[in-house]
Every structure is written in structure tokens, then in C-alpha cells.
Nanobody, 122 residues
Framework: QVQLVESGGGLVQAGGSLRLSCAAS????????MGWYRQAPGKQRELVAR???????NYATSVKGRFTISRDYAKNTVYLQMNSLKPEDTAVYYC????????????????WGQGTQVTVSS
């Protein structure tokens, strides 16, 4: 019913920038929170940033000041602007959305994208 499609990953040198995008589509009634998670090899998936329907953003300490999360509410799209990238940022980045669908408007569902690889070389 719902699909999250990510784009923007790739290979970049340390100090460079990337911008990730995630577009949600399908039988969506409303979207509450959208966010980005990442998982590096051998490590647990961790929250990178999230943004509420009201525009309130939260960031992991490790990315605060370097990454910026934003939303285009009309397009059901969330972005992650990543600046001053470090090799430690290398991971698969996953888009996440908590949303309701048209058939059950009062029930929140958690959806995930397939992930996009971000590799930062030194």
C-alpha cells in the first residue's frame, strides 16, 4: 500500500556533502514523523534524524551541526542534507515514516525504505 523510495546516496570524499531524498507514495492519509536511520557493518541501526509533522527536528549527537533534515509536506518527501561528511558516516541509510493509511485513518504504521549506501572516503 505504501512505498518509500530513497535516492541520493553515493561515494564522497571526507569533508564533502550529499543530499538524501525519500518520497512516500501510496494510499497515505497522513504522515506523522519521518526520519533517517543508518546502519554500518557490524553495528546496530541508529537514528540519525527525525522530523515531526510540525517541523520539529531531532538529531543524533554525532551528526548535530553537520546534517539537516527537512520535509516537503506537499510531496510527502523528507530530505537529509549531509555536510562535512566523515568516514564514520559510512553506512546504509534508511528512510522511515510513521503514517496512517486511508482505510484505517486512526492507526499509525511504520514503513521503511530499502536503504541507500553512503560511503565516505578519507
Amino acid at each position: 500500500q505504501v512505498q518509500l523510495v530513497e535516492s541520493g546516496g553515493g561515494l564522497v570524499q571526507a569533508g564533502g556533502s550529499l543530499r538524501l531524498s525519500c518520497a512516500a507514495s501510496g494510499s497515505i492519509f497522513s504522515i506523522d514523523v519521518m526520519g533517517w536511520y543508518r546502519q554500518a557493518p557490524g553495528k546496530q541501526r541508529e537514528l540519525v534524524a527525525r522530523i515531526t509533522s510540525g517541523g520539529t527536528a531531532n538529531y543524533a549527537t554525532s551528526v548535530k551541526g553537520r546534517f539537516t533534515i527537512s520535509r516537503d509536506y506537499a510531496k510527502n518527501t523528507v530530505y537529509l542534507q549531509m555536510n562535512s561528511l566523515k568516514p564514520e558516516d559510512t553506512a546504509v541509510y534508511y528512510c522511515n515514516a510513521a503514517l496512517t493509511i486511508v482505510t484505517t485513518k486512526n492507526v499509525l504504521y511504520d514503513y521503511w525504505g530499502q536503504g541507500t549506501q553512503v560511503t565516505v572516503s578519507s
